[in-house]
């Protein structure tokens, strides 16, 4: 395995980031000099890029900026922290915790999001030190969560539901495990206390796989079993497709290069999904992902962030070298890949009985937000539960919630409680609503250039009328909604994808395969939400009259509406174009 970076020269002046990253004393920065500044919500913009690595990102609320600014006043300053939680486990207790600290550090509500972990938002610069060491007593932590690393690591949510399903999550979260910076960083500042009390700091420590500068930018991996892809595995950087054999897991068909963020009006920006460059055994599930890692991390773009990604190394330099380049890293080659299926990415709603003989639940959360409003005491009700749970909580890739474990006892009082609380309707929307993704976007998230979880309710209910009305209410059709073009929804892989453009107005793309398999087409580049509804009208209505026998709304827009727009006169599709 190489072991020291070895990138090649450029003539390009390096990206701001590097030569942060580079003067951080392996990521510790003067983080605890801005922490214990009291004069100020904020950290200073060096630090800023360097507590992703610790898990957080200063935000402000930006509904309050201009009331602010008025008042000649600091913007309202908070930061959200997303914990690293391989597969979405989560114990009883440990929701317990999260749940309190939610309450005493942040905004009360716990936030469910599309890689399988939580984020917390509204946690003032005060309560970040306090917030981590609470989760430390729990084993949560937040290490490598965001930043230039391997991220919080993807896998199937329910393990329980075979042997296979349980092997497969062990590898994802031993590459977890594997893939996590080496600095005692994290632990220096937040936890030890070391430095705050006056001792020098320890040497530099090395990072034998990510070097000084880690990687050019994030890197995501997930790991799929079929006939599921609940996981998106052809978004991920670094995909582990399970190939079970007479019921036993013979090993993963590796994909590489997925990656959905882009940027409006930049060409040079785009979705791609991932390509399947072969077969290895379960056991070299770490030695393909340092081979993979350290790949990009040579090889990935220094100079520009927005081409920084492992899908650009590979569209640049063509995924067959870059699977030779990961084969001589290896010092072997890969086998052939092996058949595979993907028939669903949908989350099993209700009670199922496990492989183990225990129960799970999974419980339909809209955009993943876990709080109480009026009617809909949602976070009260998990908190019940979790006090008398004697399984896991497994959080979906889906935004939902899975409780796992569940003894025939126990699945009586779990009934009782939801009952109790209202909740045991949750499950029963519209398949729509039921395949529907959002990011958190305003007010909270600097990059948003649109609303998204707060308009998607409404923008539902519009759209369920449509789809009542041409009698689709249970076919599931995948919908996502982001506030702007980086993609954390995952909308470029939905049959219908909204994409953020301007205050209320949204990009709308149409004809992914229901599946993951494929990205979808631009169909219209600047849509209010009610426009997009009547532009979308017409179309479920011939999609119910129309379609061919199984074919998804995804499918049928793309055989259809979609062709129909590529064929008509220039004239009629300015401003639209295909990704």
Not at 489 to 509: D, M, T
């Amino acid at each position: 395995m190489s072991s020291e970076p070895s990138a090649p020269s450029t003539p390009k002046p390096l990206s701001p980031n590097e030569a942060i990253k580079t003067a951080s004393n392996f990521l510790r920065g003067t983080i605890l000099r801005d922490v214990a500044d009291t004069s100020t919500g904020a950290i200073s913009p060096d630090n800023t890029e360097l507590t992703k690595f610790h898990g957080f990102y200063q935000q402000d609320d930006r509904d309050q900026r201009l009331a602010l600014k008025k008042a000649g006043k600091e913007k309202a300053f908070s930061f959200m922290l997303r914990l690293r939680l391989p597969g979405g486990r989560c114990t009883a207790k440990q929701w317990l915790l999260l749940d309190r600290l939610a309450d005493e550090r942040a905004n009360g509500s716990l936030r469910l999001t599309t890689r399988q972990t939580f984020q917390f938002h509204g946690i003032l610069k005060g309560n970040l030190r306090p917030m981590i060491q609470g989760m430390h007593t729990e084993l949560v932590d937040s290490i490598a969560a965001c930043g230039d690393v391997n991220r919080n690591v993807m896998s199937a949510p329910n393990p329980e539901r075979s042997p296979v399903h349980q092997q497969v999550y062990e590898l994802a979260r031993g590459f977890s495990e594997f893939a996590l910076p080496k600095t005692r960083a994290y632990h220096e500042i937040w936890l030890e206390d070391e430095l705050v009390a006056g001792g020098e700091p320890k040497p530099a420590e090395d990072e034998p796989m990510y070097g000084k500068t880690y990687l050019p930018r994030k890197f995501k991996a997930g790991f799929a079993v079929p006939p599921s892809n609940d996981v998106d595995v052809f978004s991920q950087d670094l995909g582990f497709i399970a190939i079970v054999e007479d019921g036993k897991l013979a090993g993963f068909n590796v994909c590489v290069g997925g990656g959905l963020g882009m940027s409006h009006g930049n060409a040079e920006t785009f979705p791609r999904l991932a390509d399947v460059i072969g077969f290895i055994t379960a056991d070299q599930v770490n030695e393909v992902g340092h081979a993979v890692i350290t790949a990009q991390r040579d090889y990935g773009d220094r100079t520009n962030r927005k081409h920084a990604r492992l899908k650009y190394t590979i569209e640049d330099r063509g995924v067959e070298w870059f699977k030779a380049e990961v084969e001589r890293r290896l010092g072997w080659g890969f086998a052939p890949a092996r058949p595979y299926e993907f028939t669903t990415i949908a989350d099993d709603y209700g009670w199922h009985r496990a492989a183990d003989g225990t129960w799970f639940f999974m419980l339909f959360v809209l955009s993943g937000r876990i709080k109480d409003t009026p009617g809909w005491p949602m976070k009260t009700a998990l908190r019940e539960i979790a006090k008398i749970h004697d399984g896991d909580f497994r959080l979906t890739p889906s935004q939902n919630i899975s409780l796992s474990g569940v003894s025939d006892a126990k699945k009586i009082e779990i009934e009782q409680i939801l009952a109790r609380r209202g909740l045991d309707q949750q499950n029963k929307q519209s398949a729509l609503r039921l395949n529907a993704l959002s990011c958190v976007a305003l007010p909270t998230c600097g990059l948003a250039l649109a609303e998204s979880e707060r308009v998607m309710p409404q923008f539902l209910d519009k759209l369920e009328a449509v789809i009542d009305g041409a009698g689709l209410r249970d076919d599931a059709i995948s919908i996502r909604m982001t506030g702007c073009p980086n993609g954390c929804a995952r909308p470029y892989i939905a049959e219908i994808g909204l994409v953020g453009r301007a205050p209320n107005k949204y990009a709308l793309y149409l004809g992914a395969d229901y599946n993951g398999r494929r990205l979808n087409k631009l169909f219209a580049p600047s849509l209010t939400l009610d426009e997009v509804v009547a532009q979308l009208t017409p179309i479920i209505k011939r999609y119910a009259t129309e379609r061919s026998e199984g074919e998804r709304l995804g499918d049928f827009c793309l055989r259809t509406v979609l062709a129909e727009k590529e064929k008509a006169p220039a004239v009629e599709t300015a401003g639209a174009c295909t990704i």
